[in-house]
């Protein structure tokens, strides 16, 4: 069992940034996958950013790619989501997530478990 709690959500200004974090319960964090997904009001939850448990490669959305940087410190069961030059379409809530599927699975149903969310507010 993985209990996954995330922070650092707020309100920023386009071209700002937020660095994320999701804290996870459970001694064997080091052996999952570490995902971060995104929701936004009347749309599905997709795929943002995973990294790997063992060699921290790492696959991100093509939107994202060059701004946000997944990141993981197994030491303090932390999972990090840095995000720079946000833009407005960047607003949702966030989630974490822990699974053992691999980093390439974008899919929701890849990963058994799931924090609360975190908003993520981008004024224009």
């Known amino acids: 069992q993985v209990q996954l709690v995330e922070s650092g959500g707020g309100l920023v200004q386009a071209g700002g940034s937020l660095r994320l974090s999701c804290a996870a319960s459970?001694?064997?964090?080091?052996?999952?996958?570490m995902g971060w997904f995104r929701q936004a009001p009347g749309k599905e939850r997709e795929f943002v950013a995973a990294?790997?448990?063992?060699?921290?490669?790492?696959n991100y959305r093509y939107s994202v790619k060059g701004r946000f940087t997944i990141s993981r410190d197994n030491a303090k069961n932390t999972v990090y989501l840095q995000m720079n030059s946000l833009k407005p379409e960047d607003a949702a809530v966030y989630y974490c997530a822990a699974g053992r599927s691999s980093y390439y699975d974008t899919r929701n149903e890849g990963y058994t478990y799931w924090g609360q969310g975190t908003q993520v507010t981008v004024s224009s």
């Open positions: 459970g001694r064997t964090f080091s052996s999952y996958t």
């Open positions: 990294i790997n448990w063992s060699d921290n490669s790492a």
